[in-house]
């Protein structure tokens, strides 16, 4: 298993483009998970969804778009760049049952510098 | 409003050297708390997941404890190469999305 991918592992955006994120798991898990990391702070969840065709906003979800067709792939769209989301991004996947602990596992990450 | 602090932000040891790193939590019914490693440039990944007060978990030179407020990552003789940022977070039984700390920065020096 390659677990959870990302693509690009480094993107330099101008402000005002658009570029998508991606992120595909081939553990068959059933929820996915996008974050961000700035430094010194803690990861902030952007979307998550919870299975195919189901999506729902986190922490921090302005500015980005989700969307999921299948259960193995999660893309996330960036539509207008702005600075402030000079990030790393990173996906995750888990398998989680009604009621338990929701152990997550993460991709390598995606580096996105917007100018 | 459910919070995770860590601490210390920075952590030099020398190998060898044993002690612990600090995750205090604050949040309405907990589910779990996780321990990750997270390598410069890489992803998290996943060390513990703890469930309740008095719970322990170990792995090689790391054990992780738990009580109602607050959890410990002791390393015990550590080596150069467990040198990494430690992140813990908790998931409340209500909200249910992980909360993450901010990590702590571990350096092992040989």
């Known amino acids: 298993n390659a677990g959870v991918t990302q693509t690009p592992k480094f993107r330099i955006l101008k402000i005002g483009q658009s570029m998508t994120l991606q992120c595909t798991q081939d553990m068959n898990h059933n929820y996915m998970y996008w974050y961000r990391q700035d430094p010194g702070m803690g990861l902030k969840l952007i979307y998550y969804?919870?299975?195919?065709?189901?999506?729902d906003k986190g922490e921090v979800p302005n500015g980005y778009n989700v969307s999921r067709s299948t259960t193995e792939d999660f893309p996330l769209r960036l539509e207008l760049a702005a600075p402030s989301q000079t990030s790393v991004y990173f996906c995750?996947?888990?398998?989680?049952?009604?009621?338990?602990?929701?152990?997550?596992?993460f991709g390598p990450g995606t580096r996105l510098t917007v100018l | 409003e459910d919070q995770v602090t860590q601490s210390p932000e920075a952590l030099r040891l020398q190998e060898g050297e044993s002690s612990s790193l600090n995750c205090s939590y604050t949040?309405?019914?907990?589910?779990?708390l996780f321990w990750y490693r997270q390598d410069p440039g890489k992803g998290p990944e996943f060390l513990f997941t703890?469930?309740?007060a008095g719970e322990e978990k170990e792995k090689e030179r790391l054990k992780a404890t738990l009580t109602k407020k607050e959890s410990f990552l002791h390393i015990t003789a550590p080596k150069p190469e467990d040198s990494a940022t430690y992140l813990c977070a908790v998931q409340a039984e209500v909200r249910g999305k992980l909360i993450f700390g901010q990590g702590t920065e571990l350096s092992v020096k040989p």
């Open positions: 949040v309405s019914g907990l589910r779990g």
């Open positions: 703890l469930y309740s």
């Open positions: 969804s919870v299975g195919a065709g189901i999506t």
């Open positions: 995750a996947s888990s398998y989680l049952l009604a009621g338990e602990a929701d152990t997550q596992y």
